[in-house]
């Protein structure tokens, strides 16, 4: 019941489109079984972007790829419930999941070459998908490519759409995988890394056309990345993550400016700015712990310099710390009212 | 005198089909001129970034001046000596053990069947440098120690360290022959932001506390106005701009470096759009005419397109292209 009323806090307005909620992912291995995800929560707006932070390791991707059902055995859900406009998604068979994926939600991978068919021409690989999904004569699917070809901003979209991927640059391949993942009008797509194999100069470019393309085609975006550049430019709230956790949400401006949870600052100050000069990076001793290691109470404890007693014995749970939510005992005294 | 100079150097590759293919095919040659004239000096004790997008020449670069690769064209000089005329003769090895190499992924230039005191140790028995068992330990220890891992890692396995630590074993290993030149092929573009912080900080630390002397190669420039002094902006094989950290990133001039520095996203005005530049690189096989820029630069003119601009010292710093000769930016 807790749950529903914060949910409903955050998101004041329009129903949630996605809800994910204490989400726990578990790989069995021979030395017992580990804790990926640890009871995740949050939302998603229709129409918003929610960046995903956080170091490799952290279970951003998995995150992910938990929402889209493609877990890669052995890892599996064993626990939490994950709610797609209202239906529940998590617990879906295979066939049913494969009419979700594609249709309600879109996904870009990092490697655009990866997830691109080399064998067949562009074309056909977004008629078919189109025609998978919605009703559409093979003439009306291939009008329809040229014009989503068009819209991701391909120069010469009737000729290029026979092209092979080899054919395309590596700027040009994202751009065709978000034609792609746009072509049922799905209404989430899981952007997991979008930028991070291509240039800056051509980061640029993919960051602002995904912007721009899913607002026109309404698509809520959650988009997983480690560039914290990318996301103040682009998203509307971001998750921090780390060792499988949440440890803060809120809006990105406020999660950037003011982080409220000790990872998030060290995150922020570790980040070369490029507008100011520092004789030392700030940093974050340690490391990120592994998965059989994970420290009792706050996963964070070991590393951070505002540690408490509590928070080697007790996990905090995300807790209102002003403008964003925190999982920090610092912000204990907030969560009374 | 500066520690490294280089004076027009030039690599290129032949990368011609078979000569079966061009003969029956009647296929030219085809040379891929992946470096074409470049030039800089570094003062001992500095550092120089270059920076640039893939296949600018960059980790080229870095190669021609370790000795991986013989030039095409041009010269390295080293402490006021030719450095590949030394490469290719006996006091080879005498140079070496003064110029190292950080390499990019530590995941890939680390042995995994070896132990940590075997890899740090190598560079100090190769040399001849120790031979000693237990002094050859004490160093290995010293060198762990310098760079924040502890003694006892030297047992250890690559693949028992994370991500960092492993940069840090490479930075180790690099230093086992004390180098006076540091070659750093994107040190830190496989690490995390954190740990990329630690590896930075390390770095810069031993630079202070040695003398070091860094070429440092990165795509990120945030990165390299942290760590140079001097930064060189590669474009398809040539220089670009050439000039001190605070003036390129106070006054960028060329275009070039103007887009890379707009591209980059800021972290503190969120949501700001920006207008990211059009078009791609260029194939480096046939590169356009003229200045390599001028199909995606906005101040591109006739001139541009039909004669290559040269490197001119403009106050102070060194630039390539027309628009900025003729005042026209």
Request: proline share 6%.
């Amino acid at each position: 019941m807790a749950m529903a009323a914060e949910i409903k806090g955050t998101n004041s307005v329009a129903a949630p489109l996605l809800q994910v909620k204490d989400l726990v992912v578990e790989f069995p291995t021979r030395a017992g079984t580990l804790r990926a995800l640890d009871k995740i929560s949050f939302d998603i707006a229709p129409g918003e972007i929610l960046g995903v932070v956080g170091e490799s390791g952290a279970g951003k991707s998995l995150t992910g790829a938990a929402i889209i059902g493609l877990l890669e055995p052995p890892g599996r859900v064993a626990g939490g419930e994950i709610w797609l406009e209202g239906q529940r998604i998590d617990n879906l068979d295979h066939e049913a999941m494969r009419h979700i994926r594609g249709r309600r939600i879109g996904a870009i991978f990092q490697d655009p070459l990866t997830s691109l068919n080399p064998l067949y021409s562009i074309g056909r690989q977004l008629t078919e998908t189109i025609r998978a999904h919605l009703p559409m004569s093979e003439k009306d699917a291939r009008a329809r490519a040229i014009s989503l070809l068009q819209d991701t901003g391909i120069p010469a979209a009737q000729e290029r759409i026979d092209h092979y991927p080899h054919q395309f640059s590596g700027g040009m391949r994202q751009r065709v995988v978000i034609a792609l993942a746009l072509a049922a009008e799905p209404k989430l797509i899981v952007a997991d890394e979008p930028t991070t194999a291509l240039d800056v100069s051509i980061q640029a470019q993919i960051i602002a056309l995904l912007k721009t393309v899913c607002r026109e085609h309404g698509a809520a975006v959650m988009l997983i990345t480690h560039d914290m550049g990318v996301i103040a430019e682009t998203c509307d709230r971001v998750a921090v993550m780390y060792a499988g956790r949440i440890a803060e949400i809120g809006p990105v401006h406020a999660v950037i400016n003011h982080p409220a949870h000790p990872y998030s600052a060290g995150l922020m100050a570790a980040i070369p700015d490029i507008t100011i000069d520092r004789e030392n990076l700030h940093q974050i001793d340690g490391a990120m712990p592994r998965l059989n290691a994970i420290p009792v109470g706050c996963a964070f404890n070991p590393r951070c310099d505002k540690s408490m007693e509590r928070c080697g014995r007790e996990r905090p749970d995300l807790m209102p710390a002003g403008p964003t939510r925190a999982a920090c005992w610092l912000h204990a005294a907030g969560q009374a009212n | 005198m500066a520690l490294v100079q280089a004076n027009d150097l030039a690599m290129h590759f032949d990368v011609s089909a078979p000569w079966l293919n061009r003969v029956v095919e009647r296929a030219p040659r085809l040379l891929l001129h992946a470096v074409d004239g470049v030039s800089f000096e570094i003062q001992k004790g500095k550092t120089l970034a270059l920076v640039g997008e893939s296949g600018c020449g960059k980790s080229t670069v870095a190669r021609l001046l370790v000795g991986l690769y013989q030039p095409t064209r041009g010269s390295f000089r080293f402490d006021g000596t030719d450095a590949h005329a030394t490469y290719n003769s006996s006091a080879g090895l005498q140079l070496r053990r003064r110029i190292q190499m950080i390499f990019q992924d530590p995941y890939a230039s680390l042995n995994p069947r070896w132990i940590v005191e075997d890899i740090v140790g190598e560079p100090l028995t190769e040399h001849g440098l120790i031979t000693d068992k237990t002094r050859l330990r004490t160093r290995v220890e010293e060198l762990l120690l310098s760079v924040g891992l502890a003694a006892q890692d030297r047992i250890k396995y690559p693949h028992q360290f994370s991500g960092g630590q492993r940069q840090r074993i490479s930075i180790a290993r690099a230093l086992a022959t004390e180098p006076e030149f540091l070659v750093c092929d994107e040190p830190t573009s496989a690490l995390d932001v954190s740990v990329q912080a630690q590896v930075l900080n390390i770095m810069k630390d031993l630079q202070r506390r040695l003398g070091l002397t860094y070429l440092f190669i990165s795509h990120n420039l945030a990165v390299v106005r942290h760590v140079s002094d001097q930064v060189g902006v590669m474009y398809l094989g040539r220089l670009v701009e050439l000039a001190d950290k605070q003036d390129l990133f106070a006054n960028p001039r060329h275009p070039y470096t103007r887009m890379l520095l707009d591209a980059i996203p800021k972290m503190h005005d969120t949501g700001r759009a920006r207008t990211p530049v059009q078009g791609e690189v260029p194939n480096p096989l046939s590169p356009p005419s003229g200045c390599a820029f001028n199909p995606r630069c906005p101040h591109a003119n006739d001139r541009c397109r039909t004669e290559r601009p040269a490197m001119r010292e403009v106050t102070g710093l060194r630039i390539a292209c027309h628009a900025v000769e003729e005042g026209r930016i």
